[in-house]
């Protein structure tokens, strides 16, 4: 299955909604974030200036999940960044059953000038909302307000 | 689904066609309309249904669409009693909403200046991602505008005692605590105020020509008179602080709803009762937020004021410059319905009081509120009434605009922002964009006919038709 994301045409029409998949679980939160920034600016066109590092523990995944798209969300609009690139790592830690992210943001300050800046994200839903194991890796399901 | 039709343009879903439904549906629109609405509609209008301490019905205008949680469109009554409240009732952008501003010039006075005036608006008004506006505030000050709203506004000089008036509670609701905002909250928002966001979130001129008017009486009492009359639409809310504000409280009352033992059909109508400790927080998170809302359209009319004096070369006063109305159209409010207090959560749904309502502003009492709805870019808007038949009906609410059809990922295939830049460009609508694929993601044809939204709320009788503004010139986040 691998790394992707793809939007979808049929819910929410005036927000919008993507599927991500990942092989593993850290390949899903990298590949949800992509389609996340790429809803934002082109990543291609945002440079590497500014990083920041990210790391969260939750005991259920789905909250780590959104609370991994929502600090990208956040970060947007506090630092005035949009983004080129992640890197996520996830584990769980069976010991005291909690799910770690370290995580790593790469991008630059908004530049209307340099970047292809596309749409604003108001937050991320709960509508539909839905992370799980799937038969050849990991699945979610994402409805942005736009 | 089982639908009944009760009146010409109003639909009813009986309680019996969902396990939990604890009142009827109701959705408004010609036959037309309700035949073109999507799936979602139909079953997020019956979910809203199920919220403890619904009164009446559940509504849905007929420019509605399936969002999350709450359609788009859609209106609810909660008692205040026992009734809850919810952040999906009222949206991430809190009071999002509509401001129109009048002037004396014509369609002949701005054409030929109208690509300068487009450049000096986009200039002075911020737009798209991680926009910037011009107004440095500190926390403190940030403070006073969650508390004050447009008031503040009009304190700092953007803009006129008149504009207060001339706005929904006046642009500044009681019961705002900024304590119960948080500070990730603060942070996305101290830098936006004047800014305009992205998304369907525009600027617009427009020209009112003769014979799209109306009600020329009630028309003249809005300061709109025709004759190819230029005015100016700003549809834009409360930017990040309203969007962390329903984030933070979705997260808070998901945990509370398991405290108080209530269950709701999505996630998204994360709910909490309205007396409890959260559902006080929320209410003063909420009015925070939408009073940053009117904050924001305040100081964005500031800056129209001041970019058509610049291109003109006259004041704003004597261009004639003053505010038709500011109305909200995503907000939870407390109203009083035969005796009882319902808290009325309008998401994509404006309010409409009727002639003689206390709380519409004195100039406009006689013939009744102020409502704006924003069309495509393409198609244009319009200025309808309220009614007292809205005060009985539809707890003083009516649609907000033209309601999507077609979804962002589908209108962006089926158009490019370039082309549908030259081509309005041809038909005499001028556009700059911050975004050329979020300006296909706004195309015309990604919405519903206005005009037909406007017949089904004008054959129910919610509201009724004023004058319909035409687009010369947008400017899109």
Redesign the interface.
């Given at each position: 299955m691998g790394k992707a994301h793809r939007?979808?045409?049929?819910?929410?029409?005036?927000?919008?909604a993507f599927e991500a998949t990942g092989d593993s679980v850290s390949e899903l939160f990298a590949s949800a974030a992509l389609a996340l920034i790429e809803v934002?600016?082109d990543p291609l066109t945002v440079g590497t200036n500014w990083t920041q590092n990210y790391r969260r523990s939750e005991s259920e995944i789905e909250d780590l999940f959104f609370e991994w798209l929502?600090a990208i969300?956040?970060l947007?609009?506090?630092e005035?960044?949009?983004f080129h690139d992640v890197h996520a790592a996830v584990r769980l830690d069976s010991e005291n059953n909690l799910w770690h992210l370290d995580a790593a943001l790469i991008g630059d300050?908004?530049d209307?000038t340099r970047q292809?800046?596309?749409?604003?994200i108001?937050?991320?839903?709960?509508?539909?909302?839905a992370v799980r194991p799937s038969d050849d890796g990991w699945y979610a399901r994402v409805?942005l307000?736009? | 689904m089982q639908v009944n039709r009760l009146a010409e343009a109003v639909w009813e879903i009986p309680k019996t066609e969902k396990a939990g439904m604890l009142v009827p549906a109701r959705i408004y629109g010609t036959e037309k309309i309700l035949r073109a609405m999507?799936a979602?509609v139909f079953e997020q209008v019956t979910n809203v249904a199920c919220l403890p301490g619904i009164q009446r019905y559940a509504l849905c205008m007929p420019d509605g669409?399936?969002?999350?949680?709450f359609p788009?469109g859609g209106v609810a009554a909660l008692d205040v009693r026992n009734g809850v409240i919810s952040p999906g009732g009222v949206?991430?952008?809190i009071n999002c909403g509509m401001r129109l501003i009048r002037t004396d010039l014509t369609l002949s006075d701005v054409q030929p200046r109208l690509d300068a005036l487009l450049t000096e608006l986009f200039r002075t008004v911020p737009a798209?991602?991680?926009?910037?506006g011009f107004v440095k505030l500190s926390r403190r000050t940030f403070q006073d505008v969650m508390r004050k709203g447009a008031k503040w506004g009009v304190e700092q000089g953007y803009g006129w005692e008149s504009d207060l008036i001339h706005t929904e509670e006046q642009g500044c609701l009681a019961r705002a605590d900024p304590d119960c905002v948080s500070e990730?909250a603060c942070?996305?928002?101290m830098?936006?105020l004047g800014t305009l966001?992205?998304?369907?979130h525009y600027l617009e001129i427009q020209v009112v020509t003769n014979d799209r008017i109306f009600d020329r009486h009630v028309a003249g009492q809005f300061g709109i008179h025709g004759h190819d009359q230029i005015v100016v639409m700003v549809h834009c809310g409360s930017?990040?602080l309203g969007?962390?504000v329903?984030?933070d409280y979705?997260r808070i009352f998901?945990k509370a709803m398991k405290r108080y033992d209530i269950t709701v059909k999505?996630?998204?109508l994360?709910c909490a009762p309205y007396q409890s400790p959260e559902g006080q927080r929320y209410y003063s998170a909420m009015n925070c937020a939408a009073n940053t809302a009117f904050a924001n359209r305040q100081v964005i009319a500031h800056q129209i004021r001041e970019a058509f004096s610049r291109v003109f070369g006259e004041s704003p006063e004597r261009l004639g410059m003053r505010q038709v109305y500011d109305v909200a159209h995503n907000i939870a409010k407390v109203e009083r319905y035969d005796e009882q207090d319902l808290l009325v959560h309008r998401k994509g749904a404006t309010r409409a009081f009727g002639p003689g309502h206390h709380d519409v502003p004195e100039p406009f009492r006689a013939v009744g509120q102020p409502v704006i709805c924003g069309g495509s870019m393409e198609t244009g808007s319009y200025l309808l009434v309220g009614t007292p038949q809205a005060n009985t009906e539809s707890f003083g609410s009516t649609m907000h605009g033209a309601g999507?059809?077609?979804?962002?990922?589908?209108a962006k295939r089926t158009v490019r922002g370039t082309t549908l830049q030259q081509d309005m460009a041809q038909r005499g609508i001028m556009v700059k964009a911050?975004?050329m694929?979020?300006l296909a993601?706004e195309a015309g044809i990604a919405y519903k006919n206005i005009s037909d939204v406007v017949e089904s709320v004008n054959a129910a009788g919610i509201t009724r038709r004023v004058a319909e503004l035409l687009p010369i010139g947008n400017i899109k986040?």
């Open positions: 939007f979808l045409d049929e819910i929410a029409l005036g927000d919008l934002m600016a929502n969300v956040y947007k609009d506090a005035g960044v949009v300050r908004v209307g292809e800046l596309r749409t604003d108001k937050a991320v839903t709960k509508h539909l909302f409805v307000d736009v | 999507d979602g669409h399936w969002g999350y949680g788009i949206g991430y952008d798209g991602v991680g926009a910037k990730h942070q996305r928002g830098g936006q966001g992205s998304g369907n930017r990040g969007h962390q329903c984030t979705v998901e999505d996630q998204q994360a999507r059809t077609m979804s962002r990922a589908q911050v975004s694929s979020g993601e986040g």
